[in-house]
């Protein structure tokens, strides 16, 4: 046999798998896909280049993927070397002012600019912007409510207002907009801390997005966590709603984040395991969602 036919054959698996793909491409053609990054997919050398790879792979199939991050384990890191002690409260990181500053600097300064590296290794996709820049996310200070008594955390933002703008603007140049979670401010000519699960939900809503997606460091939400460890894969508003009071703290946002998705017109929203290289792809591209993919009521199902 001649070392044609031999290579022939060995190239016909990947053909089978690039078919496959065909339906999902056609669905998801033009649509914009805003994803959430974080975990350990953030952390992990690994993990950074396939998320970069999935995202510039989503590009070049005709889709139109945001990215919003936030920064938890660099914040803390940073916030440790000044000196300034990381506490938490109601799940929410206190912001004082000079925690603030340190915020900023590394959301902006240092993990957006990592992760537009990473994607322009592909080509002159990426731009960051944060949400300060042209009125992107506007927000107001969020005083948490704990055992009845109003807490103040400090320059942490509840969203007021999202303009899409900017981001439109770059969608339609065909670049990749890559979002850190700050805030302006409404009222006080300060920037706040915002939620990145929150905001990725906030912006999903916006643009009228396809999908909200949110990399986790779980397989997803779990059926009757302790006990069990089956993932429940699908699930309606209405049903993610009565769970939401038994969820961990972490998952929270998250969940809250796909419910406001869903409520507010987007398609679907997913919690994915950013633990796994190529996620992404797996839950657009194959039937085996890898996650818990979060869904509209249908007529009748609300309650």
């Avoid at 060995?10 to 805003?34: D, Q």
């Avoid at 986790?216 to 049903?239: H, K």
Wanted: a negative charge; proline letters at 4%; charged letters at 20%.
């Amino acid at each position: 046999m001649s070392s044609g036919t031999t290579r022939k054959h060995t190239a016909l698996p990947k053909a089978r798998i690039l078919i496959e793909a065909l339906p999902w491409l056609t669905r998801h053609h033009g649509k914009t896909v805003v994803i959430k990054f974080g975990g350990n997919a953030m952390v992990d050398g690994e993990l950074k280049a396939a998320f970069a790879q999935d995202v510039v792979f989503l590009r070049h199939a005709g889709l139109r993927p945001v990215v919003v991050h936030g920064g938890g384990p660099q914040i803390s890191a940073a916030l440790d070397r000044a000196g300034i002690v990381s506490e938490f409260k109601a799940g929410l990181r206190v912001t004082t002012e000079d925690a603030m500053d340190v915020v900023r600097m590394v959301l902006a300064g240092q993990v957006q600019r990592e992760l537009v590296g990473l994607l322009n290794q592909h080509g002159p996709l990426a731009v960051g912007l944060t949400g300060e820049d042209a009125h992107t996310i506007t927000a107001t200070r969020h005083t948490p409510e704990i055992d009845g008594e109003l807490v103040d955390i400090g320059r942490v933002g509840e969203i007021t207002q999202i303009d899409t703008g900017a981001i439109e603007a770059l969608l339609a140049d065909g670049r990749i907009p890559v979002v850190s979670s700050i805030a302006r401010s409404q009222d006080d000519g300060h920037v706040y801390n915002v939620n990145a699960d929150t905001a990725a939900a906030a912006l999903a809503a916006a643009l009228g997005a396809e999908t909200l997606m949110v990399l986790t460091d779980v397989e997803g939400l779990y059926e009757d966590w302790p006990d069990s460890d089956e993932v429940i894969s699908r699930l309606t508003a209405s049903q993610l709603e009565k769970l939401l009071p038994e969820l961990s703290s972490g998952m929270v946002p998250k969940m809250e984040g796909c419910l406001h998705a869903v409520r507010n017109g987007v398609s679907t929203a997913r919690v994915i395991d950013g633990r796994v290289q190529h996620s992404i792809l797996l839950e657009i591209f194959t039937d085996e969602g890898i996650g818990t993919m979060v869904v509209p009521d249908e007529e009748g199902d609300a309650v």
